[in-house]
Every structure is written in structure tokens, then in C-alpha cells.
């Protein structure tokens, strides 16, 4: 799926799932805290034990080992200002055996291993303090090894007194300890979504602009910066009052950072709950948007703004100016940011920061641009119906875009509800109703029905009118191309009358699982049995590159073919009862978590041959198929 539409399906959708979605990297080790002193004394050294239990067969790498062996050894540090490691880490005893992994013996620990920290407290401290160790650490098993991470342990220590031989590098006040971060990234976006949720975020501020609580804002507010003597000044203070919506917005971006986290926005996308949230935040910004009621700040908030921004003046007044404008749009750009939010999902902690950052700096362009340049506010259209069509259009739009999060919960937890006609069927209302509203065949609340269809409304209703009538063979089991990758996986219970006259243009209409299995163990004796290699296809539920491949790529005679000659098995990694283990065998396999992801595997000799991540073309994914096959045959 190339950039270009996926930022065009992005604006249209608001960036309805994330180009390549992230599961979770397995954690086979819990740390727990066993021994520590109730009361220490301040510049004394004592001990913390902490416990690690090791999940099957994973084992966790000794503190004594060579860092310079290959695996990272387990290692201690102090994070609180106020402690500090005061000796070396001893354990219990590792295992000293063959690591096949780096070919050297290594000491590891299996199932359980203990091990006891000397930290030395601060000699200036008393009271209740918080000891935060970090643990840096890396497991493995006898096939693979996972990412090495670093954890945080918690625990309480009361200080009561002064030792009297204080520890030499616990004299003194607090100083940071060295620390870091994970060095690995789970769920971390290509460049290319990067750019793209920008441009999403950019698109929205703009598309805010031409509601009705924003435009008719634009002439007033810029008049006031042009009409000031000095025009020089004028120019200024609307750049810092550009600037100071920015920061509004901005602000509400990292509000949002604080309270998702570092991992939180990740590890939302497949999140069944989520996704249902989203869906009724969604249909309550449509809804917004349709006229049924209006969103609002409260009164009180709006005109203490707009008292302060009266009452100030200089850089004081602008600034208050820029946030009363900023409250008093809400009601027109919340769902625009809530669109902004909803593409936060699956993406890193600053992506709701970088969002508001795009998306204020679209909003605010204008109103420094015309200031800068006054003459060009001849240029603008006057406010109008046109303005509340926009508006109503967006709402059609979010409505149908709230369908696509409630499909996803539906396909988690496997209800099958909301299956791919019933999704097909409601945008095709959906976006006919959009189209006759624009004709003026239909009307809302406090809206009167136009004498006659202008040129501009005609052109206006035809791409939803179109896109209605394209949508339609979908309900009889055509493939709609791009527009597949949006919608539920085909089902052998779904209408296809595609199927039942044979198809065309080499292109089959299958159920997206028909003649797959779900078991790999299973599908890899098959193979041997069979003498074929296996054909994996690590995907997701909610992943939207996924549903794109099985439709549009998948069918192709050339594909299916080469299917022909493999054993297939599917593995859902974002839900379901397996999910956890499918996960873990594609980390195995592969080394990475990204769907999807697809993998040609021997089953002879138990190893990959080749795979494939992200939407693929054609032409690369049939050459992948085929170079794959043959080395196999090769053997």
C-alpha cells in the first residue's frame, strides 16, 4: 500500500490503524523483592535480595558473565539520587553450560535465581526514602533470544541515624545515577508513518478551519493585528499568538503523553476495549458534528478567557486571546482532535505531542499568514451554508470511520456481528444519505431545503454517490481492492456471488481462513509428511496491512499457485486463546513482532528460508513465493 494512499485514507478515516501493528515482546522473568532492612542508618551500606522467577524454559544470564561473551549479563544499578551500589552483586549459583546461541559456556540461571545488592544511602538522608533499582537483563533459550531490557524494582526503607563509618561514595547530597533506557523499541513506527500521521494531523487542523465556529473567526481576529499602527508589531504579535495556540494545543498533546505513558499508546491497537471506546467516541463526535447536540467547554472557562483576554494587553492579552479562540472553537475542533487522538493508537508516547504540534500549527497558519498578508483576505470566501455542509459531511464521514473500531473489537473477541456485508451495507447508506444531503434532498434540524442544485453541490455529492454505488458488489463477495483492507476478513457464511459463478480477471473470492490451519505444530508434521515447505502468516485481528494482503494479494492466481505447492497456517498474534503463543513463535522465527509478517519455513531442518514483512507488492511477494519454493526444492 503505497504512502500516498494510505495519507489519503488516513484524511478520509483519520488514520484508522497504525501501517504496521506491534504485539508485545514476551517477559519471562518477574522480579520480586524478598529481604531488606525495615530501618538502616544514613552512609551505612546494607543489602537488598531480590528473587527473579524464570518462566519455562527461558534461562537468565549470570551477573559473572563476560559482557564481551555475546549475551548481556544481568546487572544492578541504582536509579534513586539518594542511594548507591556499594560492592558487587553476588547470587545463588548459575549453571555453567554450552550456550549454542554463542557458542561459549555461560552461566545462566533456570526457573529461579537470587540475588543480593549492597547499597549504601546517602549521608544527609532521614525518613522514609524509595530505593528504585534497574535491573538490565536479557534471557534466552536454547533457540532464540529475546531483546534485553531493563525493569524497575520498588522498595521502602525507613533512615534513622547516622552510621558511623559512613560509605565513601554515599557522602554528600543526591546525585543521578547512571541510567538509560530499554535499547530496544516495542511497536515503534516506520518513517513513513511517521510522516503520515503528521500529514493526518496537519489535514485535520486545516479541515477545522472550515466549520462555522472557526472561519467567520479568521477576518475578526486578523483585522485586530492589522489595524495596529505600527504594522511591524502587528505582524509580531500574530506570530506569537500563532505560537500561543500551538502551545494550547501542544499542551493537551502532553497531557495525553503523561497519562498514556511510554508503552501505553502502543499496546492499544488490539485492544478489543480500546477499539470500542473509540467507536462510541467516535459516533459521539459525528453525532456532534450532524447537529444533535454541540460540544462545549464550560461557560465559566470561556468567559474568564475572554474577561482576561480584554482585560490584558501586550503579550499578556495575546496570549489569553489565543486561548479563549481555542476554547471558544472547541465545539468544532474537538472531534477533529479526538480524529488526532484516535491515531495516536499503536503509535510511541510522543505521537499525541507531535499530533497537536501538526495539527495546532495548520489551525493556526492562517491567522499569521493573513496578518502578514491582509490583502489576501479578499480572497477568501464568505461564511455560509457551504460551511455547515462541511461540517455534516465530516460527520457522515466520522460515523462510517466509527464502524471500522467496532468491526475490530467484533473480530478480537470473535462475536461475528459485525461481519464484512453488514460493515459494507452501512457505508453504502451512509455515504447515499451524505450524497442526497448534499443534493438537498435531504434536510436537518433548522435547515431549509434549496430552491435548485447548484454546479458546486452537484460535484460535491457526486464521490459519495459514486462510492455508494462501488461499494455494492462488495455485498455479493467482490473484492473493493484498497477498500478491503478496512473492512472485516471474507467469511465462508458471507454472500458471494463471485464465487458461485467462478470469478474473474484471476482473481479468486475465498474466505480470507478457507484452507488454512491455526496450528503450527500441527501444519509442520503435515509438511514433512507431505514434502512441502510451510507458508506463515502471522497476522492480527485489527491489522489493516493484513486484511490488505489477503485481499487484494493473496487471491491472485500466480499467489495462489504457489500456495498450491505450501502447507498454510495462519497465526493470530493481537487475540484470541493462542495469541500469547504465536507470538512467541514468531519472535522465535523471526526476531520481530511486526504484522504482518511472512515467513517460508523448512520443516526438515526447522528454519527459515525467507520472509516478507509489511504490505507487499505483486511483484515482490510472488518473487518472494517462488526464489522461497525453489530453494526448498533445491535441498
Known sequence: MNLSKSILMGIIFAMLSPFFLYAQIPDPVKYEVSEIPDTVKAGEVFEITVEASIEGKWHLYSVLNDPDAGPYPTEFSAKSPNFVLAGKTSETKADIEFDPNFEAELGWHTSYASFTIPVAVKSELQGKQTLDLEVYYQVCDDRVCLPPKRKSIIAGVFVDGVADEIYEDAVGGATVSEGGSSSTKKGSFSDDGVFSFLWIAIVAGFAALLTPCVFPMIPLTVSYFSKQEDAKRGVSSALIFGVAIVITFTVIGAVLAAVLGASGAQNFASNPIVNLFIALVLVAFALSLLGMYELQLPHQLTNFLNKKSNESSGLAGILFMAMTISAV???????????????????????????????????????????????????????????????????????????????????????????????????IVIFLIAGFYVLGFITLKHESKPEQISTGR??????????????????????????????????????????????????????????????????????????????????????????????????????????????????????????????????????????????????????????????????????????????????
Do not use: H
Open 329 to 427: 472553537s472547541f465545539s468544532c475542533t474537538a472531534p477533529f482532535v479526538g480524529a488526532v487522538f484516535t491515531a495516536t493508537v499503536g503509535g510511541e508516547w510522543f505521537y499525541p505531542i507531535l499530533g497537536m504540534i501538526g495539527f495546532s500549527a495548520a489551525f493556526a497558519s492562517p491567522f499569521v499568514l493573513f496578518a502578514m498578508f491582509p490583502k489576501w483576505l479578499e480572497a477568501l470566501p464568505k461564511s455560509g451554508s457551504w460551511m455547515n455542509i462541511v461540517k455534516v459531511l465530516l460527520g457522515f464521514i466520522e460515523l462510517a470511520a466509527a464502524f471500522k473500531f467496532l468491526s475490530n473489537a467484533d473480530l478480537v473477541w470473535q462475536w461475528g456481528i459485525v461481519s464484512r456485508p453488514l460493515t459494507i451495507a452501512f457505508w
Open 458 to 635: 452537484m460535484l460535491l455529492a457526486m464521490p459519495f454517490l459514486m462510492f455508494s454505488f462501488y461499494l455494492i458488489p462488495g455485498l455479493l463477495g467482490s473484492s473493493l481492492g484498497f477498500w478491503d483492507a478496512f473492512l472485516p476478513p471474507k467469511q465462508p457464511t458471507d454472500v458471494s456471488l463471485v464465487a458461485s459463478i467462478g470469478g474473474s480477471g484471476g482473481v479468486s473470492s475465498t474466505s480470507a481462513d478457507e484452507g488454512w490451519s491455526k496450528d503450527f505444530e500441527a501444519s509442520v508434521a503435515s509438511a514433512k509428511e507431505l514434502g512441502k515447505p510451510v507458508f506463515i502468516d502471522f497476522t492480527g485481528y485489527t491489522c489493516t496491512n493484513c486484511r490488505a494482503m489477503e485481499s487484494n494479494i493473496f487471491p491472485l492466481e500466480e499467489v495462489q499457485q504457489a500456495f498450491a505447492e505450501m502447507v498454510l497456517v495462519k497465526l493470530y498474534t493481537d487475540g484470541g486463546k493462542d495469541a500469547k503463543d504465536n507470538q512467541l513463535i514468531q519472535f522465535e522465527l523471526t526476531g520481530n513482532i511486526a504484522l504482518p509478517t511472512y515467513v517460508i519455513y523448512d520443516p526438515v531442518s526447522e528454519r527459515v528460508i525467507d520472509q516478507v514483512l509489511g504490505y507487499t507488492k505483486e511483484e515482490k511477494f510472488t518473487s518472494f513465493l517462488t526464489e522461497g519454493l525453489n530453494e526448498f526444492k533445491s535441498r
